[in-house]
């Protein structure tokens, strides 16, 4: 007997507040209203990388000092001066980049999916130091007094 009264009350708690006809009590969205820009967004310079293909990837711009770092999942990192865009360097590191770039004192700091990081100067794009991790890197690399 206990058995055949389990199943009905087990199916009425499961049905929830559905059960009992509950409304949806959230407020209905406003009205779209006509927006005119208050001013206009000039492009004063623009450029391009390589693309995610889908895949996610910790890879971002880093900003510091007037200089945009910037990296790609083919391996290619580049330093922009933020005013003006123009190249000031260019590296090629032939491992898929997937975390970074982060600025961490006087190195750009990158990570691949192939557990590795990569640490170019700041001022010059060269290499400075490759070391192997335990994975894959999956965020921006990030550090503190000489410590990354």
Not at 114 to 129: N, S, T, Y
């Amino acid at each position: 007997m206990l058995r055949l009264l389990t199943w009905p009350a087990l199916l009425l708690v499961l049905s929830g507040c559905s059960a009992f006809g509950a409304k949806d009590n959230a407020d209905p969205p406003a009205e779209l209203v006509e927006f005119t820009p208050s001013i206009e967004i000039e492009t004063l310079w623009d450029t391009s990388v390589a693309g995610m293909d889908g895949r996610y990837l910790a890879i971002r711009p880093a900003l510091w000092d007037d200089r945009l770092y910037i990296a790609d999942p083919d391996g290619r990192v580049l330093a922009l001066d933020a005013a003006s865009g123009e190249t000031l360097w260019e590296h090629e590191t032939e491992a898929p980049l997937s975390g970074g770039p982060g600025i961490i004192g006087d190195l750009v700091v990158l990570g691949t999916s192939e557990a590795e990081l990569i640490a170019l100067d700041v001022e010059k794009g060269e290499e400075r130091w490759r070391r192997r991790v335990s994975s894959e890197v999956l965020s921006v690399p990030a550090g503190e007094s000489g410590v990354v």
